[in-house]
Every structure is written in C-alpha cells, then in structure tokens.
C-alpha cells in the first residue's frame, strides 16, 4: 500500500485528495509551509508545519518511514529567499534553486523541485492517477449549442496560449469575436476575468479560455477551475470556459456542471 506525502498548500483541492486517500485507506502525511494558510480541516490530520528550507530533512525523515511517494497539492506560494532558512540538507541544494527562483516562471521551478525528489527516491504522483473523476473529456461539455464564431475563438486562443507558453507567463486568456481582451500573468485567472468586463462588448459572447502549457509537467501546477471561476465568469460578462481536456483540474466537479447549468455557461474541451 502506497504512504503518500503531501506537500500541502491552500485552497479546496487537498480536502478532495485528502476525503479519496481516506476512502481508499492510504496512509499520508501533509508537510504544510509557513506562511501558507490551509483549511483546518487539514490541521486535524496527519501534518506537521515546516520551514521551506527545512523540507529536504522532513522528506528524508518520512522517507525512513516509508513513504515514498510524494502529491503536490493546493496553491502554495512562491517563497522569498528570506524565507528560505536552510538547515545542512537543503543547504546543498540552495545555490540552485535560488538560480531556478531568481529565473522566474512557475514550471521552471516546479521541474526543478520534482526532478530534485526523484533523484532523492521519491515518486511524484499525477493527481489523474489519484483522482480522474475530477477531470473532464474533450468537446462540448454542456448542452449549450456553440456557434462556429465561439470555436473560431477557442481555436485562436488555444494558438495564441500556446505560443506564448514558452516564456511561462500564464494559463489563460479572455477573447471575445476575435479580439484578445487580457492575457493572464501575476494577477492571476479572477482577477483577468474581473479586469476584462470593462472591455468587452456586452452583446457578444466572450470566452475564458485555461489552457496547460506546451510541455508543462503535469505532475504540477495543473492548469485548476473552481466554482469561484465561474462565478466570476457569470458576475463578469463570461459566456463560457475552453479547457485542456484531460489535463484541467475541476474542484467540486458535480457542483460546476450544475452552475453551468443553471446558468447558461458553457464546457468546452481541447
């Protein structure tokens, strides 16, 4: 039986891995991060509150005790150098992720962290393998009818995201009858869509389109829709969402295709 780390970060997804690890009666541990807020449903578990620079000693700990495999879960925040604190083990790997930090962009750094654990015996799990029924299939996802003009859009904006994906700026973008409203970068997915609505036209149907990125480890940082997303979606002027088929993250799924549902706002897989 798998016993399964789980570098904790915040947000709903841990509360999903964690009720399907219990269900399924697999051991885990949660290594959750200073200044990293979790919900505390979190705090009840297994869990102990670490250092960013002491993370390499708790793995190493965990390891001797048999885990060996390892789930990157929830939002965690990008450390500081401050914050870093290294003790003797994480201090030989310092110089190097300061580099890969100092670089920038989120896959570059979330490639470096998942080779590191690898070279140190632990298997990194893709959240597909822990919960699939959280992913959703390629195509028109609701009953709503598209027109060619939506998937003309779609197919422009899936071009466009996935040529600027190189330089590791964001997952998404708004465009509404071919024109690209905002493109997502620090602000991230809300706040795009709460900037667009002052630009679109209000009798043409806009899309959030929230794409994975051409090559990116798909072991983290998924590209991730809540019920929140769309319910800015539908405060904000959105008609619907593209997404990677097979590669999104929907938090409370059943919840979503029911907001859909209930308000006109459409899936659409690529």
Excluded: W
Aim: aromatic share 8%; glycine share 8%.
């Amino acid at each position: 039986m798998k016993k399964i780390v789980l570098l904790t970060g915040g947000g709903d997804l841990p509360i999903e891995v964690i009720r399907k690890l219990v269900k399924k009666k697999i051991s885990f541990f949660c290594l959750i991060f200073e200044k990293n807020p979790v919900s505390k449903m979190i705090l009840k578990k297994n869990h102990k509150l670490i250092n960013f620079g002491k993370i390499i000693s708790e793995l190493l700990k965990l390891k001797n005790l048999g885990f060996n495999h390892v789930a990157l879960v929830g939002n965690l925040k990008r450390p500081s150098i401050s914050d870093l604190k290294p003790d003797f083990n994480s201090a030989k790997i310092i110089p190097k992720f300061v580099k890969v930090l100092l670089e920038g962009g989120d896959n570059n750094l979330l490639n470096f962290c998942i080779n590191y654990l690898n070279n140190i015996g632990f298997h990194v799990l893709d959240l597909r393998k822990i919960i699939p029924e959280n992913f959703l299939s390629s195509g028109n996802i609701t009953k709503i009818n598209l027109s060619k003009k939506i998937i003309d859009d779609i197919k422009k904006g899936k071009t466009i995201l996935d040529c600027i994906s190189k330089f590791d700026i964001g997952q998404s973008l708004v465009i509404q009858s071919g024109n690209i409203i905002g493109i997502e970068a620090a602000q991230g997915t809300d706040k795009l869509i709460k900037d667009s609505y002052n630009y679109l036209n209000k009798n043409e149907k806009s899309i959030l389109i929230k794409l994975a990125k051409v090559k990116q480890n798909l072991k983290a940082d998924l590209p991730t829709i809540g019920v929140k997303t769309l319910k800015n979606c539908n405060k904000f002027g959105i008609s619907g969402i593209a997404y990677s088929a097979n590669k999104t993250l929907f938090i409370n799924k059943q919840e979503i295709l029911k907001y859909c549902k209930q308000n006109n706002i459409f899936l659409y897989g690529v």
